[in-house]
């Protein structure tokens, strides 16, 4: 199994800016794709951003050009660093993996506990 856990969360002002990490553990290796997803209370999950074993990226419309992915393979870390936050990016958002290629919110194979990002105006 793989376990997920995300840090970084929290509450900032609009236009401000926060870095989320996802710490991974287990079957590492059974992951191909990693990503980011989240929710707001009455919402649908929103796919925001993945990358792919091979450092291929994607991004949601609504954060391209603020938030970017990164990964730490040496410490098996993903990263999310948002900036430019706005009180829409309010969500609990969680870390998530997948045995594909590519990451989709149709194929959530792991994902952690979530942590709150509250942006406020």
């Known amino acids: 199994q793989v376990q997920l856990v995300e840090s970084g969360g929290g509450l900032v002002q609009a236009g401000g800016s926060l870095r989320l990490s996802c710490a991974a553990s287990?079957?590492?290796?059974?992951?191909?794709?990693r990503g980011w997803y989240r929710q707001a209370p009455g919402k649908e999950r929103e796919l925001v951003a993945t990358?792919?074993?091979?450092?291929?990226?994607y991004y949601a419309d609504s954060v391209k050009g603020r938030f970017t992915i990164s990964r730490d393979n040496a410490k098996n870390t993903l990263y999310l660093q948002m900036n430019s936050l706005k009180p829409e990016d309010t969500a609990m958002y969680y870390c998530?993996?997948?045995?594909?290629?590519?990451?989709?919110?149709?194929?959530?194979?792991?994902w952690g506990q979530g942590t709150q990002v509250t942006v406020s105006s």
């Open positions: 998530a993996a997948s045995r594909a290629v590519i990451l989709t919110i149709a194929r959530l194979d792991y």
């Open positions: 287990g079957s590492i290796f059974s992951i191909n794709a």
């Open positions: 990358i792919s074993s091979g450092g291929s990226t």
